[in-house]
Structure formats: C-alpha cells, structure tokens
C-alpha cells in the first residue's frame, strides 16, 4: 500500500512535468538547447583538455570557481525563510519557505556541476569515496567542502519533497521529523559558505583571500543576493500562479536583504581600509582590483560597476517608500544580483591570484567555451527549479492530491481537468 502511494504521487508528477502551456513549453524546450549547447562546450573541452579554457598555472581557479562561489550563498540564503518561518512562525513567510528549499536545492546542483566541469578528471572522484578512495577528512578542507556540500542538497531536497508530499496528501508534515531537519538546516546553511570561505582564506599565500572576515562578507553578501533573486522569482510566481504569496512577506524579505547589505559593505570597507592604511606588499591584489597594477586594469571597470550597483541599491533598500515600491524594488534586486555576482565572482577569485606567488601577472578573461559551459550549468538550474515548480504550485494550490481511494493522483490544473491515470492513458494514445 505504501509503495502504490509514493508510485501515484510520483506518476502524477511525471505527468506534471510534461503537461503545461505553450509557453511553458517555450521555457523548458530553450532551456533543453542552452543545456545541449552547453554539453557540447563540455565534451570539447573535455576530449582537448583545460587549454581551451583561459585558466592556467598563474590563475587556477577561473569563471567556473566564480560562479561556484557566487551560487553557494544563493543556495544558503534559502535560510533567511527558513528563520522567520519555522523558528518564529511568521505565517506570511511560513506559506513560501517551501519555494526557498527548492531554489537551494536547484543552486547546489549547480554548485556541484560547477566544480565538476572545473576538474581536468571528473571520472577520479571516486578517490573521495570512502572505502574505495581517500576522503582525507577531516584533515582536508576540501574534504570539509565536499561533506557540507551533498548533506545541504540531501536535506533540503529531502525537507521540500517530504513537505510536499504531505501537503498532497492533505496533510500537515509530521512536525517531530520536518522541524529538526529544518533547524539542522540553519547552521547547515551557514557551513557550506562558511567553509567555502575556508577554502580560500585558509591559503597564507594569497594575501587577498587571506583575511579572518572573508567568512561573515561571504555569509552577509550571501544574504543579499539569494533573497533578492527571490524576490522577483515570487512575484513572477504570484502572478502566474494561484499561490497567493503576500506584500508582507516580500517586503520583510527586502527589510533583511538592507541590512545584510549594510554588513557587506562595512565588512568591504574595513578591509579596503586595513590594507591600504598598512600600504604593505599585501595590497598589490586590491590595488589590481581597485585601480588597476602595472598597467593590468582589466577588472577596474567591473568591480566599480559591482560597488555602484550595491551602494545604490542598499538605499533603495533603506528606505521604506522605495524598498515597498515595485519599480524601485525590483531595479534594487536586480543591481544586487548584478553586482554581488561580479564582487563575489570574479572580484573575488581572480584578484587573490593576481599577483601570483612569484609577481608574475597574468590577466584572465573566460573563453567561449567556459561561457558555453557556464550558460549551459545556469539552464541545468533554472530547470530543475522549474519542475520543482511544477509540481510544488499544484499542490500548495490544492489543484494536485490524492484521490479518495488513497493511491490514484488527483489533477485539477488549469491546463488539464481529469485524473492522472486518464491522462496518462491518453498520452499513450497519443
């Protein structure tokens, strides 16, 4: 009986995913090609090797690193839901947590992929693998990675599926296993950026990395960015869907994005002015990232865009008339996404090897091939967090449950009105 349960519900699903609108259509057939695009890219670059990328000895870690480091805080700020709804039981937020677990879910997916395609020989990871290989842990901070990386994915998949799946069921999640889970999930949250700050602030010999409040700047600029792509994913939802996602919840996810982005940009500022009051050996990678060193500046107009783009939008975030706006509101998200990507992403990983241990400078521009790949990687999580969406609206609307016999899935979408297993038999005729 149970297995015919979890066999309805997953059979509904399927048949979810591959019902939608014409435009729902359009979405996930450009995602597909983005996808195949970007495998492509990857089998070149793998059957040619790591050349055909602009990474090399002086600069190791490149466009790939950046985005792995840019989407890790996306998928930790998943948290800032997480609080408000389930440790003070804010109704307004509590309704929406479960879109936030998915949107972690889907940025650790590609968090993974990222340092997948960054590897030379992904096939050698079994050399992590306990028993067949060596973890090195906990001696290895790469280990460390690794460890807090999968148990991130595997509990907030496991929490979205298990909450969803009770709610098809017409029933309340059984608190004594969701409400551990989800407190685990908090210091969980802040493990994976905590100990990607780790990773870099952990190497002596790059200065710029090299700094104690590396982790709170990953953790407050984190915070920023996460929540400020859901907010416009929310409001796209509420206006697409019949989920009702409330002013209130938007506007006090936006009150915490402002002073996340206070702590971001004081912590910024502390170390801008440490490094250049001291004016050591030290500030040679921020001043290659600021203004520019030996005539190398490539990054000087990125960074001051970044900087420009989160200065203005914690003032539209600051104040109350803008931050509940929607033009303002959504123009305040968008410059954060932007300029927290740049400041985390490039502004962060290739700086702390410019100059490398040597003095040798070496100026790095992804090729064409790391931006298929990356586009490719970026259209793999857009669209596992639109499946998820498509079958999470259903049931948080009520429009995908179980039948009375307890086993045949009940569809009443607003694309299709009839049970899953009629539909299903009509999709075999067809």
């Given at each position: 009986?149970?297995?015919?349960?979890?066999?309805?519900?997953?059979?509904?699903?399927?048949?979810?995913?591959?019902?939608?609108?014409?435009?729902?259509?359009?979405?996930?057939?450009?995602?597909?090609?983005?996808?195949?695009?970007?495998?492509?890219?990857?089998?070149?670059?793998?059957?040619?090797?790591?050349?055909?990328?602009?990474?090399?000895?002086?600069?190791?870690?490149?466009?790939?690193?950046?985005?792995?480091?840019?989407?890790?805080?996306?998928?930790?700020?998943?948290?800032?839901?997480?609080?408000?709804?389930?440790?003070?039981?804010?109704?307004?937020?509590?309704?929406?947590?479960?879109?936030?677990?998915?949107?972690?879910?889907?940025?650790?997916?590609?968090?993974?992929?990222?340092?997948?395609?960054?590897?030379?020989?992904?096939?050698?990871?079994?050399?992590?693998?306990?028993?067949?290989?060596?973890?090195?842990?906990?001696?290895?901070?790469?280990?460390?990675?690794?460890?807090?990386?999968?148990?991130?994915?595997?509990?907030?998949?496991?929490?979205?599926?298990?909450?969803?799946?009770?709610?098809?069921?017409?029933?309340?999640?059984?608190?004594?296993?969701?409400?551990?889970?989800?407190?685990?999930?908090?210091?969980?949250?802040?493990?994976?950026?905590?100990?990607?700050?780790?990773?870099?602030?952990?190497?002596?010999?790059?200065?710029?990395?090299?700094?104690?409040?590396?982790?709170?700047?990953?953790?407050?600029?984190?915070?920023?960015?996460?929540?400020?792509?859901?907010?416009?994913?929310?409001?796209?939802?509420?206006?697409?869907?019949?989920?009702?996602?409330?002013?209130?919840?938007?506007?006090?996810?936006?009150?915490?994005?402002?002073?996340?982005?206070?702590?971001?940009?004081?912590?910024?500022?502390?170390?801008?002015?440490?490094?250049?009051?001291?004016?050591?050996?030290?500030?040679?990678?921020?001043?290659?990232?600021?203004?520019?060193?030996?005539?190398?500046?490539?990054?000087?107009?990125?960074?001051?865009?970044?900087?420009?783009?989160?200065?203005?939008?914690?003032?539209?975030?600051?104040?109350?008339?803008?931050?509940?706006?929607?033009?303002?509101?959504?123009?305040?998200?968008?410059?954060?996404?932007?300029?927290?990507?740049?400041?985390?992403?490039?502004?962060?990983?290739?700086?702390?090897?410019?100059?490398?241990?040597?003095?040798?400078?070496?100026?790095?521009?992804?090729?064409?091939?790391?931006l298929l790949v990356t586009l490719g990687i970026w259209a793999t999580g857009l669209l596992v967090y639109t499946l998820l969406l498509r079958v999470a609206v259903p049931i948080l609307t009520g429009e995908f449950f179980v039948g009375e016999d307890g086993r045949t899935a009940v569809i009443v979408d607003t694309e299709f009105i009839r049970r899953a297993d009629h539909l299903a038999e009509q999709s075999f005729r067809?």
């Amino acid at each position: 009986m149970p297995m015919q349960m979890i066999w309805g519900f997953f059979r509904g699903t399927l048949i979810l995913v591959a019902k939608g609108s014409r435009a729902y259509y359009v979405w996930v057939s450009s995602l597909l090609v983005l996808i195949g695009i970007g495998a492509l890219a990857y089998i070149y670059q793998m059957e040619n090797g790591l050349i055909v990328t602009a990474m090399r000895d002086q600069v190791a870690w490149g466009f790939y690193i950046s985005n792995f480091t840019f989407l890790v805080g996306v998928a930790a700020a998943a948290v800032l839901l997480v609080i408000p709804a389930y440790v003070y039981h804010w109704k307004p937020i509590k309704e929406i947590a479960v879109l936030g677990e998915m949107l972690a879910v889907s940025a650790m997916v590609m968090c993974l992929l990222f340092v997948t395609v960054d590897i030379g020989r992904p096939d050698r990871f079994w050399h992590l693998i306990p028993k067949f290989g060596i973890l090195n842990f906990p001696q290895s901070m790469l280990a460390w990675d690794v460890v807090v990386l999968n148990v991130y994915l595997v509990l907030n998949l496991t929490i979205a599926v298990f909450i969803l799946y009770n709610l098809y069921h017409k029933r309340e999640p059984n608190k004594s296993f969701t409400t551990p889970l989800l407190l685990f999930s908090i210091p969980a949250a802040v493990s994976i950026h905590t100990v990607t700050a780790f990773l870099y602030n952990g190497l002596a010999a790059r200065p710029f990395w090299n700094a104690s409040i590396l982790a709170p700047r990953f953790l407050a600029s984190a915070f920023c960015s996460g929540p400020a792509f859901m907010i416009i994913l929310f409001q796209l939802i509420r206006k697409y869907t019949r989920i009702d996602i409330k002013n209130e919840a938007i506007f006090k996810v936006a009150e915490l994005i402002a002073y996340s982005m206070f702590i971001n940009l004081f912590l910024l500022g502390a170390e801008v002015f440490k490094e250049y009051y001291s004016d050591t050996v030290h500030l040679a990678p921020l001043q290659y990232l600021l203004q520019g060193l030996k005539g190398h500046n490539d990054l000087v107009p990125y960074i001051w865009t970044a900087m420009i783009f989160n200065v203005s939008a914690f003032f539209l975030f600051l104040v109350p008339q803008t931050r509940e706006n929607y033009v303002t509101l959504n123009i305040g998200c968008v410059l954060i996404f932007i300029g927290v990507y740049i400041e985390k992403g490039m502004g962060l990983v290739i700086p702390g090897q410019v100059p490398d241990p040597l003095g040798e400078i070496y100026e790095y521009a992804p090729t064409g091939i790391e931006l298929l790949v990356t586009l490719g990687i970026w259209a793999t999580g857009l669209l596992v967090y639109t499946l998820l969406l498509r079958v999470a609206v259903p049931i948080l609307t009520g429009e995908f449950f179980v039948g009375e016999d307890g086993r045949t899935a009940v569809i009443v979408d607003t694309e299709f009105i009839r049970r899953a297993d009629h539909l299903a038999e009509q999709s075999f005729r067809d």
